[in-house]
Nanobody, 121 residues
Framework: QVQLVESGGGLVQAGGSLRLSCVASGSIFSINAMGWYRQAPGKQRELVAAVTSGGSTNYSDSVKGRFTISRDNAKKTVYLQMNSLKPEDTAVYYC???????????????WGQGTLVTVSS
């Protein structure tokens, strides 16, 4: 069984910063890409940022230059540093990992339970 647990969400004023963390645990053989998605009320879940096991990153246009994704492979942890936050960044942020539980099985996608980020104007 695999678990992803996010932390670091909360309420912040516009222009402020938050750092999200997500730790993967359980029966994990390897982790490929890890990422952050978000879902605002009434909207579809969207990719915010992703990072491969080799460190290559990808960002949505709406967060480029403000958010930074990073990971610690030894700790099975992915981070999202969010700066210059805007009210439109308000959403539930979900951690996501593409991983394998065994060298004999294919990859699966795991999700965290989500952490709420609220940015006040």
């Amino acid at each position: 069984q695999v678990q992803l647990v996010e932390s670091g969400g909360g309420l912040v004023q516009a222009g402020g910063s938050l750092r999200l963390s997500c730790v993967a645990s359980g029966s994990i053989f390897s982790i490929n890409a890890m990422g952050w998605y978000r879902q605002a009320p009434g909207k579809q879940r969207e990719l915010v940022a992703a990072v491969t096991s080799g460190g290559s990153t990808n960002y949505s246009d709406s967060v480029k230059g403000r958010f930074t994704i990073s990971r610690d492979n030894a700790k099975k942890t992915v981070y999202l540093q969010m700066n210059s936050l805007k009210p439109e960044d308000t959403a539930v942020y979900y951690c996501n990992a593409d991983l394998r539980t065994s060298p004999f099985y294919g990859a699966l996608v795991a999700w965290g339970q989500g952490t709420l980020v609220t940015v006040s104007s």
